[in-house]
């Protein structure tokens, strides 16, 4: 300022004084009055976390049983000087947090989840002098109040969830297990012939749990998170292979894997009813964290069909040509499928896998055994011991051979007449009766450390060689059903000689004497089944649900092949005498003996010929079925939480 204008600059300086105070004061008041107005929203965002964290912390819920979410809230609103009414609400949801793309929370409400509970709340306070001012400005009325909002998500605790798993036994898929996948789907009407290359592609695949479980439930038309009707709805086999073919497809995985499971769709059938709870076991109430888990779609797919083979009474039959070998089949009945995963609370959910419960018929000819050199000599040869046991026993009046004396003077005399092999070819069974595998959470800890323990038990196998009158008589009672095989035949006939000329001969009666044959029933493969206790600690603790799964083995028999092969090479004949209808009924211990000359030319044929399906029986067939005897490969998960609601949004 010039000095020659400071008379005239006194009451300039003066009202610029003024204004600076009056400014001062004006932005003093909009401090002050936006402190109270952030101490409104202060008091009620604590008002809408406590009320949330109680109403999570106590696992409330927004319909149904139990204590009510809304209640609590409002009980915890009050105690914290928020009452509704007067301008004041508080609005209660329940629902679940998701996490998005990247790592996104959002909150999805759902009344019949109460994972997480959302609490809503506004009050309306007196106006603030900057609302005010503005208002004034764009000419509008000023409002008396100003409506404050918060709301706050409380998780409710999560209890700690374990996971058990059973290894793939698909692993690897060759040319024989394509074929009898194949063939694992033809009982359902599905005509599938997808190739190695094909099925191959869906074992390497993993498909998200929680993704499946989602697309499954919008496929059948169940709500979003209502996993527990989910798993107890009908549903068809083909319900759980589109739905996995679409995750699959959303997920980017390769194209032939996602066309090749919509052959398998295309080609099933839709008649049979299966249920999700039989083959994936998901305890009540198990949260949407939980089931952040990867499964094999093979797996999927494998538990499906056989799922609905058991439900259909369907029996798979497969020749075994596919196996590599000739002049026989296949029957494979399902009698329990397989749980693959099970996922739950361990301090009080039973959380179990298990593996399939088949019964395996092989029913092969065995036309070789009339063509085995020297066996027809050895037969001819117990002509006479054989008739001097069983002539007593039977009272059969026997005169031994047409050698004897009275048969040589026109007299007619009853003779024994023994056939090898009556049965042409002679037609074997047998019968493989394969118990499950289980594997049960007995114990967890998550302090100061993360460890599982599990209870496993391996499968194990019971063979019967023999004969079944029906296929069915073997699928229902299983090895009870079996017969001996009649491989010699101690018939009678009535003879007229006179020296060596033989006249004629009358009828021949077949097992008047009953027979020799073969049959086996007994434990062998894995037997008894081998019980374990797996211990998942340190550095093989079990990680996360949604990290991959760490698996231990507990073996099962140490050779499968060679125990079934040992119960082939210890099969006897028996001699047997007829009782009641039965022309094999009951052992005559006593001719034993007089049976080594044949056993030791007999038995090394028919072992040689059993054990051509040993080993596709075990190494193909069964682990096709998702059974392994050689080794029970279990995997296991654990996530560990802390026991208080948190916010979380």
């Known amino acids: 300022m010039s000095p020659r204008f400071a008379k005239r600059q006194r009451g300039a300086i003066g009202l610029a004084a003024v204004l600076t105070l009056a400014m001062a004061l004006v932005f003093g008041l909009v401090a002050v009055d936006g402190g109270r107005l952030y101490m409104e929203q202060r008091k009620l ?3 809408v976390d406590m009320a949330a964290l109680e109403a999570a912390g106590q696992s409330a819920t927004c319909n149904g049983v139990g204590p009510q979410a ?12 928020f009452s509704v009414g007067n301008g004041r609400t ?19 409400a759902n009344p019949a989840i109460a994972e997480a509970i959302k609490v809503d709340a506004t009050n309306n306070v007196a106006t603030s002098i900057a609302s005010g001012i503005r208002s004034l400005v764009a000419g509008q009325a000023i409002p008396a109040t100003t409506q404050l909002h918060a709301y706050a998500v409380a998780a409710a605790p999560l209890p700690p969830r374990a996971m058990l798993r059973l290894r793939s036994t698909l692993a ?6 394509s074929a009898l996948l194949n063939a694992l789907v033809d009982p359902l009407g599905g005509r599938v012939s997808l190739n190695a290359v094909g099925w191959q592609g869906i074992a390497n695949t993993d498909v998200k749990l929680l993704d499946f479980l989602d697309q499954l439930a919008i496929d059948v038309n169940v709500g979003a998170g209502r996993y527990d009707e989910l798993l107890s709805k009908n549903l068809h086999a083909t319900d759980l292979i589109r739905a996995t073919a679409t995750v699959l497809s959303r997920s980017g995985a390769a194209a032939d894997v996602v066309t090749n499971l919509g052959r398998v769709v295309v080609g099933a059938d839709n008649s049979t009813l299966i249920k999700l709870g039989d083959i994936l076991d998901l305890q009540n109430g198990t949260a949407t964290a939980g089931l952040d888990a990867t499964l094999k779609a093979i797996d999927l797919v494998q538990a499906a069909v056989m799922l609905a083979a058991k439900n259909s009474a369907a029996v798979v039959q497969i020749p075994l ?3 590599g070998l000739v002049n026989g089949t296949i029957r494979v009945k399902v009698i329990e499928p397989e749980q693959l995963s099970a996922i739950g609370n361990p301090a009080t959910d039973v959380i179990e896998v298990h593996t399939a419960q088949v019964r395996v018929l092989a029913s092969l000819d065995l036309p070789v055994l009339g063509t085995i050199a020297g066996l027809a000599n050895a037969v001819l040869n117990l002509a006479t011991p054989l008739t001097n046991i069983i002539n007593p026993l ?6 031994g051979t047409l050698q004897s004396v009275g048969c040589l003077i026109l007299v007619p005399c009853k003779v024994s007449d023994i056939q090898l092999v009556p049965d042409a070819p002679p037609h074997l069974d047998i019968g493989l009766e394969v118990a499950s595998a289980t594997s049960q959470v007995t114990g967890y800890s998550c302090a100061p450390n993360k460890t599982l323990t599990a209870a496993t038990q391996t499968a194990a196998a019971r063979v019967a060689i023999g004969k079944f009158a029906t296929p069915n008589d073997f699928f229902v009672t299983g090895n009870a059903a079996v017969q001996a095989i009649p491989l010699i035949d101690f018939g009678t006939n009535v003879c007229t000689k006179l020296t060596l000329l033989t006249l004629g001969c009358g009828n021949r009666v077949p097992f008047a004497g009953g027979g020799v044959g073969i049959k086996v029933n007994s434990s062998v493969v894995g037997s008894p089944a081998n019980s374990a206790s797996q211990f998942w600690s340190g550095a093989t603790a079990p990680p996360n649900l949604n990290q991959p799964a760490v698996y231990q083995s507990t073996p099962g028999a140490s050779n499968a092949v060679t ?12 001699a047997y005498q007829p009782q009641g209808g039965n022309p094999l009924g009951q052992v005559v211990t006593a001719a034993t003996s007089t049976l080594s000359n044949v056993v030791s030319i007999l038995v090394p044929q028919i072992t040689t010929l059993l054990g051509r ?9 069964l682990k096709v079925l998702g059974i392994d005897l050689m080794v029970t490969d279990v995997g296991a998960n654990l996530d560990c939480s802390n026991n208080r609601a948190q916010l979380v949004l």
């Open 45 to 47: 965002q604590r008002v």
């Open 70 to 81: 809304a209640t609590l809230a409002n009980v915890s609103a009050s105690r914290n000087g």
């Open 90 to 108: 508080l609005v209660t949801t329940c629902g679940s947090v998701t996490t998005g793309a990247a790592s996104r929370r959002s909150f999805s």
């Open 172 to 177: 690897t898929v060759d040319s024989s297990k």
């Open 321 to 323: 040509s596919l196996l």
């Open 394 to 399: 039977l009272g059969l009046n026997l005169q």
């Open 563 to 574: 125990s079934l092969g040992a119960t082939f090479s210890g099969i006897q004949l028996l």
């Open 613 to 621: 399906i040993t080993d596709p029986l075990i190494n193909a067939l």
